[in-house]
Nanobody, 128 residues
Framework: QVRLVESGGGSAQAGGSLRLSCAVS????????MAWFRQAPGKEREGVAS????????YYADSVKGRFTISRDNAKNTWYLQMNSLKPEDTAVYSC?????????????????????WGQGTQVTVSS
């Protein structure tokens, strides 16, 4: 059974940093797409970043380019979302998602409908 467990959410001041973690277990696939999504109150869920285990293009939402970085520790089978220069508009519940069938072009989809395995979500609150 696939399990994605997130951690690292919390509060930060504008301009600060947070790092989210997503520990993956129970996956029978060695290659898959990983994506981070976020959903702010009253808004639709949006893709933030996506990456394939075996390389290829890394996609970022325009709103986070240059500030957020998706990465992976292969030994720990844990993914990270490093968030720098945080803004109040980054406040949302962040979720990681994985699926081996979410490939698009040479990267991974940023559409939530393309992912079947989700973490529980973690709250990120950025104050001005």
């Amino acid at each position: 059974q696939v399990r994605l467990v997130e951690s690292g959410g919390g509060s930060a001041q504008a301009g600060g940093s947070l790092r989210l973690s997503c520990a993956v277990s129970g996956y029978t696939y060695s290659s898959y797409c990983m994506a981070w999504f976020r959903q702010a109150p009253g808004k639709e869920r949006e893709g933030v970043a996506s990456r394939y285990t075996d390389g290829g293009s890394i996609y970022y939402a325009d709103s986070v380019k240059g500030r957020f970085t998706i990465s992976r520790d292969n030994a720990k089978n844990t993914w990270y979302l490093q968030m720098n220069s945080l803004k109040p508009e980054d406040t949302a519940v962040y979720s990681c998602a994985a699926d081996p069938r979410s490939r698009v072009y040479d990267g991974c989809s940023m559409r939530d409908s393309r992912y079947n395995n989700w973490g529980q979500g973690t709250q990120v609150t950025v104050s001005s």
